[in-house]
């Protein structure tokens, strides 16, 4: 049972109802809750003597003390402990007042040094009678029980209870404070056997017990306790305590149902009861309720109404902790906050408000609210400095920062926590190796080595000293892929019985690959299969296929796709293997290819569609399929399958790869507009995935095909102004100049703006590919001829295409086969046509020679163009030669 996250501390009944809580350690007001009622038991001692004895002094102490005058009642008390006119009734009513001026206004420490010093301000304390010893020794044992010495309390506290001259209430009081010194020492057991074996027929006792039973996992022999007391229509006040308590046993034993049965009768039935028991019972309702599997909104709503109903301050107090625990585990963090907030600004010094801090921040960050648990766990460090929760706050703080990604400041908070950790060796180590996590997660690998360094040192069981080697190794496998290896290999020497030996030998074989980066050598690969195959001898299926399956990527990098397609087989057979049978399923799919067998590399890919839905496989699935679709020409096809993907899987970092195929599978099918759609959907909803450039392309493509060159050249802007792909870059130049080329038909300004855009492609660093550099010189030229700028084209068509083709060829003649061929023979028909129109026809004559003679593209029609030529020459000499004849016989 955790009395920390109960509902309730028992504080509030303590502080109405004198029946003390002796466990939760202290009440609102900074003191331990035990025997409040103390001064109360003194009064009840002496009550008799009063009407005799003329006390005035002690009668203002004793009312000062009530309405909180510490000063003035310890003055008044003072004077009457020292008054030769005291007797020794009054003189032990003094020292209780200055007793408890002590208790609330002292430091643990300091309080023990005035009971032990016998003395107040320098005078002893006057001599006195055994009721004065026994009274002297249940002080001395209570500051030491407030300082936490618990073994020590217990023998002044057995010296008062065993002295004669102690009363009965005197006794009691002493007999619950030694029980909560066992309790509080940790033995709740023998703490509630002492008061059982007492003897002693008191509710207060009866309760108290019961408390002890509870704390110690005892609920049912709680419930037997307080049976009799909740049935007692004579103690109203007790009766409801026993049946709070009762309710809180039931829900310890699992009967929550009859516990809330309980606390509604109590919060609902007598109409006697004050406010604050009515709140209690309501707020550890509302407790119960919150305990299920299943949210429950009453739970809530119950909790603050505890908090409206309280009437009294430490019962509102107690109320509010409830509501703030039951707030934000239904991860209501702002009511939560508002509610630490309260409870802090009224008892800054309280234990039960700090443990109420932290339960909260631990509530919100079990429900993910990482950024309102981490202002909670900040809120308790500021509020409660040097507070023995603090290395648990630290260290809850830090897995708060790191799941904001804020692993800097988590290694930091982790390491605090460790440093405060004292001689709890097991904490700070582990707090130590968080804090190495958190600097891998944060990418500060050398840190990290350095922290499990420093942890490595020390003697540490077997299970954390590989956990720490563990981490270390997989840090290095960061920075160093040769130290990795060698680490891992060192973890598996150590521990060869334990079950980090099979996943380091894994690791080491990872390492080993990765040695070689793309291209590891063939004794790296041989390295990595026998570790490799050592680690698949596990008994731990998914061990056994993740090391096929690795064994099968080291063959299918190596191109044995043969003996990885094996391996996958092998891999995707393990029963109960997790994912790497998906995984094995994929990569035969991969490896069938490869071999050619595309078949059945598509009934591999096909069967974790139809048979592995639940499969983290299942998604690359789809997306293979749809891409083997596309590489087929089955445009359709691929469609179908990349659809499938955006649907499902919107979220996935492929998503818009699926769409920007979808747009080009449309774009290819002709129907554009579909296209464009398709493409401008990548741009809105995926602007930040890579694809969002290459869609604005292919919208401007099939703007082009649907003749709006105008809306195209804008959006070709957009990819020149957003792009960092230098070759869609140029792509898109180019495209934009071929734009305004076709607009120059009906605005010859345009000529002129499509050679500034092919200007711009070739004074691209970029442009070097022969092929880019002569197609954009043709387009030059053909803008200037259509722009009736045909002298400067001719000599682009010849200097800049035609003889820099020929020269490239003389120097590499294996350029004569390069697509950049292409333009040189467009170039020869365009100079050759101008040449025929300005019938120059020797010209135009050798220049189609050169395609005609060679291999070039349109060597036919060059010489069909040649014969056109020589025929017209001929019909040309023949008309000639006949007017010359006739104007000879004229």
């Known amino acids: ?42 009064e009840q001692m002496t009550a008799t003597n009063r009407a005799t004895i003329a006390v005035p002094d002690i009668s203002v102490a004793e009312n000062a003390l009530r309405d909180g005058l510490p000063e003035l009642a310890r003055e008044r008390s003072m004077a009457a402990l020292y008054s030769t006119n005291s007797d020794q009734i009054v003189r032990n009513r003094a020292f209780t007042v200055i007793m408890t001026v002590c208790e609330r206004t002292l430091p643990a420490g ?24 026994a009274l002297r020794d249940y002080w001395k044992g209570r500051a030491l029980a407030v300082g936490g010495r618990y073994r020590e309390a217990a023998s002044p506290i057995e010296a008062a209870i ?33 008061l059982g074996e007492a003897g002693v027929d008191s509710p207060a006792v009866a309760l108290d017990r019961a408390r002890l039973l509870l704390h110690a996992d005892m609920a049912e022999d709680a419930v037997a306790v307080l049976e009799p007391l909740m049935v007692d229509t004579q103690k109203v ?10 309710a809180m046993a039931l829900g310890d034993n699992g009967a929550s149902t009859n516990a809330m049965q309980a606390l509604v009768g109590l919060r609902a039935g007598d109409a006697h009861l004050p406010p604050d028991f009515v709140a209690l019972a309501m707020a550890s309702e509302a407790f119960l309720r919150s305990q299920g599997a299943t949210a429950d909104a009453q739970a809530v709503t119950l909790a603050e109404s505890a908090v409206k109903t309280a009437e009294s301050l430490l019962v509102k107090l107690e109320c509010d902790m409830a509501f703030a625990r039951i707030a934000s585990k239904y991860g209501l963090a702002d009511l939560a906050g508002e509610s630490t907030r309260r409870l802090i600004s009224a008892v800054p010094r309280s234990e039960t408000v700090a443990q109420t801090v932290r ?25 409660f400095s040097g507070n023995p929760l603090e290395a648990e706050v630290l260290r809850g703080r830090g897995r708060a920062l790191m799941g904001l990604g804020r692993n800097a400041e988590a290694a930091s908070s982790f390491l605090k926590a460790a440093d405060i950790s004292g001689n709890d060796l097991e904490s700070k180590i582990d707090n130590e190796l968080s804090a190495a996590a958190a600097q891998m997660a944060g990418g500060f690998y050398r840190q990290a080595v350095a922290t499990v360094d420093a942890i490595a040192t020390n003697a540490l069981p077997d299970e954390v000293r590989a956990k720490a ?7 290095l496998a960061e920075l160093d892929n040769a130290a990795a290896a060698e680490a891992f290999l060192q973890i598996a020497e150590e521990f060869p019985g334990r079950p980090e030996y099979e996943y380091a030998v894994f690791r080491a074989a990872q390492s080993t690959v990765q040695l070689g980066g793309e291209s590891p050598s063939p004794e790296q690969n041989a390295e990595a299969m026998a570790l490799y195959a050592k680690a698949a001898e596990s008994d731990d299926p998914k061990m056994k296929a993740s090391s096929l399956l690795g064994m099968g990527m080291v063959d299918f990098r190596a191109a044995d796709f043969s003996g990885a397609l094996d391996s996958f087989r092998a891999a995707s057979s393990v029963t109960n293997g997790g994912e790497a049978v998906q995984q094995g399923i994929f990569m035969s799919a991969e490896a069938l290819l490869a071999l050619g067998r595309e078949g059945e590399a598509a009934q591999a890919a096909q069967s974790i569609i139809d048979g592995h839905s639940d499969s983290p496989w299942f998604s690359e699935a789809v997306f293979w399929m749809g891409r083997r679709s596309f590489n087929k020409g089955d445009y359709l096809g691929a469609e179908k399958f990349f659809k499938q993907f955006v649907e499902s899987w919107p979220l996935d970092p492929k998503a818009d790869d699926a769409l920007l195929f979808i747009a080009y599978s449309m774009y290819i099918g002709r129907r554009y507009q579909e296209s464009i759609e398709a493409a401008m959907k990548i741009v809105s909803d995926y ?16 703007l082009c095909e649907l003749l709006q060159f105008d809306a195209a050249i804008l959006v070709y802007d957009v990819v020149l102004q957003t792009t960092k792909n230098d070759d869609l870059r140029r792509r898109a130049m180019g495209r934009r100049g071929d734009c305004l080329f076709t607009l120059g038909s009906d605005n010859a300004v345009r000529y002129n703006e499509s050679i500034a855009a092919y200007e711009a492609v070739l004074a691209d660093p970029g442009t070097v590919l022969l092929d880019a550099v002569l197609q954009c010189e043709y387009k030059i030229g053909r803008s200037l001829e259509n722009a009736s700028r045909t002298g400067e084209a001719f000599e682009r068509y010849y200097s800049k295409v035609i003889l820099r083709f020929e020269e490239e060829v003389r120097v590499d003649p294996a350029v004569a086969e390069t697509p950049a061929r292409l333009w040189y023979s467009r170039a020869v028909f365009a100079a050759a046509d101008i040449s025929v129109r300005l019938e120059n026809w020797d010209a135009a004559t050798a220049l189609l020679q050169r395609i005609a003679d060679g291999k070039h593209p349109g060597a036919d029609e060059a010489a069909k163009r040649l014969d056109r030529i020589k025929s017209s020459r001929v019909a040309l000499l023949t008309e000639t030669d006949t007017r010359l004849e006739r104007i000879t016989n004229e």
């Open 687 to 702: 602007l930040a995935g890579g694809c969002a450039d290459m869609a604005q392309f292919i919208h401007a493509e099939a």
């Open 162 to 194: 065993a002295n004669p001259g102690a009363g009965d209430a005197l006794k009691h009081a002493a007999l619950r404070l030694l029980a909560y010194c066992l309790a509080r020492d940790g033995d709740a057991p023998a703490a509630a056997a002492l």
């Open 1 to 42: 049972m955790n009395v920390g996250n109960r509902a309730l501390s028992g504080v509030a009944v303590t502080a109405l109802f004198a029946y003390c809580n002796v466990l939760p350690g202290q009440t609102t007001n900074g003191t331990l809750s035990i025997v409040v009622a103390d001064a109360a038991v003194v």
């Open 110 to 133: 300091e309080w023990v040094e005035v009971t032990e010093s016998g003395s107040f301000d320098g005078k002893p304390w006057p001599e006195g009678d055994e009721s004065f010893t």
């Open 237 to 246: 006040e007790v009766a409801a305590v026993a049946r709070l308590l009762g």
């Open 359 to 383: 339960d909260v921040a631990d509530n919100l960050l079990t429900a993910g609210m990482h950024e309102e648990a981490l202002a909670e766990y900040t809120l308790f460090i500021s509020s």
């Open 469 to 475: 080697l563990m981490l270390r190794a997989e840090n």
